[in-house]
């Protein structure tokens, strides 16, 4: 059953649609081939979905990827043959037919629902298991991993993953926790925790705010599986596909710019100079930022940052 208790609102849902979808470049829609395929790489609530298949000819077809059984639930109300999902993370975009598809959308980040649902784990404003898998049939839950981590392992994703300046001290306190009175378990143990090592903060910044996204980033392994999927996108995309990415935090971003700026430009061999260059893969477009209406309506979608780029080639 799905859970309907907390909603979701998609962030750039038009903007992104349309970045996707409006592309004068793309090859004939009349064509059986690639240039009537889409895929959405992060299901999700499925808003983004349900626009394209709104905006798809008869001929048309989106593949959905999730890992969260709540997405799949969610995923299962569509009643569209050419929709599919699958259940795994978009590391596995590289599986499909090189070339095969006209457009990748990816948006990153957690879905609202999974924020607020406490046995998630995902929010330090809720009593909950500190769990945080996006996943929940797969892997190892936070709560496992402080089981046994080591202080400098903890200290380095916190230092990593959160951008945080007292990792160092946060990581300390989680083992001396540990050896005192066992492993934390719960997600108002550890933000009570941190917020009691920390004694400065942002203004309106919960202290367990850096804390809580390292952790959900290292478990996930969101990093290493965003680079992957970028760089099978360059396989899978056809020449004149869309790539579009939202990003919610400036680690994702920071992958994601360097990765179009990257492939954007032509690669000179500086050892065979007479040699041709390996000619861009890519062209960046745009950078979107939601208005200030989408914003002011949901504060969830302030730090988004959506960049949309182009694959060359005949």
Same mark, same amino acid.
């Given at each position: 059953?799905?859970?309907?208790?907390?909603?979701?609102?998609?962030? &750039?849902?038009?903007?992104?649609?349309?970045?996707?979808?409006?592309?004068?470049?793309?090859?004939?829609?009349?064509?059986? $081939?690639? $240039? =009537?395929?889409?895929?959405?790489?992060? *299901?999700?609530?499925?808003?983004?979905?349900?626009?394209? !298949? $709104?905006?798809?000819?008869?001929?048309?077809? !989106?593949?959905?990827? /999730?890992?969260? !059984?709540?997405?799949?639930?969610?995923?299962?109300?569509?009643?569209?043959?050419? *929709?599919?999902?699958?259940?795994?993370?978009? $590391?596995?975009?590289?599986?499909?037919? #090189?070339?095969?598809?006209?457009?990748?959308?990816?948006? &990153?980040?957690?879905?609202?629902? =999974?924020?607020?649902?406490? /046995?998630?784990?995902?929010?330090?404003?809720?009593?909950?298991?500190?769990?945080?898998?996006?996943?929940?049939?797969?892997?190892?839950?936070?709560?496992?991993?402080?089981?046994?981590?080591?202080?400098?392992?903890?200290?380095?994703?916190?230092?990593?993953?959160?951008?945080?300046?007292?990792?160092?001290?946060?990581?300390?306190?989680?083992?001396?926790?540990? %050896?005192?009175?066992?492993?934390?378990?719960?997600?108002?143990?550890?933000? =009570? !925790?941190?917020?009691?090592?920390?004694?400065?903060?942002?203004?309106?910044?919960?202290?367990?705010?850096?804390?809580?996204?390292?952790?959900?980033?290292?478990?996930?392994?969101?990093?290493?599986?965003? %680079?992957?999927?970028?760089?099978?996108?360059?396989?899978?995309?056809?020449?004149?596909?869309?790539?579009?990415?939202?990003?919610?935090?400036?680690?994702?971003?920071?992958?994601? #710019?360097?990765?179009?700026?990257?492939?954007?430009?032509?690669?000179?061999?500086?050892?065979?100079?007479?040699?041709?260059?390996?000619?861009? %893969?890519?062209?960046?477009?745009?950078?979107?930022?939601?208005?200030?209406?989408?914003?002011?309506?949901?504060?969830?979608?302030?730090?988004?940052?959506?960049?949309?780029?182009?694959?060359?080639?005949?």
């Amino acid at each position: 059953m799905v859970d309907t208790t907390w909603t979701h609102t998609t962030v &750039l849902l038009n903007e992104a649609a349309d970045a996707l979808l409006n592309n004068p470049d793309a090859a004939p829609a009349d064509l059986e $081939s690639a $240039s =009537q395929t889409y895929v959405d790489a992060t *299901f999700g609530r499925g808003g983004h979905s349900r626009l394209i !298949l $709104s905006r798809l000819s008869p001929q048309g077809r !989106l593949i959905a990827y /999730d890992k969260d !059984l709540d997405a799949l639930a969610e995923a299962a109300t569509i009643a569209d043959e050419r *929709f599919s999902i699958r259940h795994q993370g978009f $590391s596995h975009l590289g599986e499909l037919p #090189k070339a095969s598809v006209a457009g990748v959308l990816l948006d &990153l980040g957690i879905s609202s629902p =999974q924020i607020d649902n406490p /046995d998630r784990g995902f929010s330090f404003r809720f009593e909950g298991p500190l769990d945080m898998r996006m996943d929940t049939t797969r892997g190892e839950s936070v709560a496992e991993w402080l089981v046994d981590a080591e202080v400098d392992k903890i200290a380095e994703v916190i230092r990593d993953y959160g951008e945080e300046r007292f990792a160092g001290p946060i990581a300390k306190a989680i083992v001396a926790r540990r %050896q005192e009175r066992g492993p934390i378990s719960t997600t108002t143990e550890l933000a =009570q !925790l941190v917020a009691d090592t920390v004694k400065t903060r942002e203004q309106g910044q919960n202290p367990a705010t850096r804390t809580f996204q390292a952790f959900r980033i290292f478990i996930n392994a969101e990093l290493e599986e965003l %680079q992957q999927a970028l760089e099978a996108s360059l396989d899978v995309l056809a020449p004149g596909g869309r790539l579009v990415v939202i990003s919610f935090h400036s680690l994702e971003d920071r992958i994601v #710019k360097q990765f179009i700026a990257k492939h954007s430009r032509d690669v000179y061999d500086r050892r065979n100079p007479f040699a041709q260059p390996k000619v861009m %893969q890519l062209k960046a477009l745009d950078r979107v930022k939601p208005s200030v209406a989408e914003v002011s309506g949901n504060k969830r979608s302030r730090s988004a940052i959506m960049r949309v780029a182009q694959r060359t080639g005949a």
